[in-house]
């Protein structure tokens, strides 16, 4: 399970980078355009919104990989340990039930807009809905390579309980 969660975090890492490197091509390609050649090129803008989501979806997994996402924990503290731990467990597996609602649906909101052709690229908007279903997708993965190393994997021999740092 640790082998696909290292995966899934490179492929997300790569990804990202390489969505971030079009976006920045792409802005100074339009500020390139419209201040030396006075002449905006319309796509530009849509395109960079698309890859946006993109990139905000897999930063979601790459987020939570990393145990990077903001935690409001200030009444759970309040409660005993044990509690705590009870409420960890609860808050796990409402956040694995709702990214698994998201994967479920994501695909039906992509089928609703499949005919739907983007104004000015050109392409159906399915494909900008496909980035919300595999940040979902990837991010459920990892929350269960996560709820299954905290819960049910043995401790590895020389580990002294130290997690390993992504």
């Not at 290292?6 to 079009?22: A, G, K, M, S």
């Not at 731990?85 to 649906?105: E, P």
């Not at 990837?138 to 390993?164: M, N, W």
Request: aromatic share 16%; hydrophobic share 50%.
């Amino acid at each position: 399970m640790e082998k696909l969660g290292e995966f899934i975090d490179y492929i997300c890492r790569r990804l990202t980078c390489i969505v971030y490197l079009i976006v920045v091509i792409l802005g100074v390609l339009q500020v390139g355009s419209r201040y030396l050649f006075n002449y905006p090129i319309i796509w530009v803008d849509e395109l960079s919104k698309y890859l946006f989501i993109w990139l905000i979806f897999l930063g979601v997994a790459l987020a939570s990989k990393r145990k990077a996402h903001f935690v409001a924990d200030f009444f759970v503290v309040m409660f005993p340990k044990k509690m705590q731990a009870y409420l960890d467990v609860v808050a796990r597996i409402l956040s694995l039930v709702f990214l698994g609602v998201c994967v479920w649906i994501t695909p039906n909101l992509m089928k609703i807009t499949q005919n739907s052709i983007s104004a000015t690229v050109g392409i159906p908007l399915s494909y900008v809905y496909a980035g919300m279903l595999v940040g979902f997708f990837l991010t459920l993965l990892v929350e269960i390579i996560d709820f299954h190393r905290v819960y049910f994997a043995k401790p590895r021999q020389g580990s002294h309980g130290s997690e390993k740092s992504c």
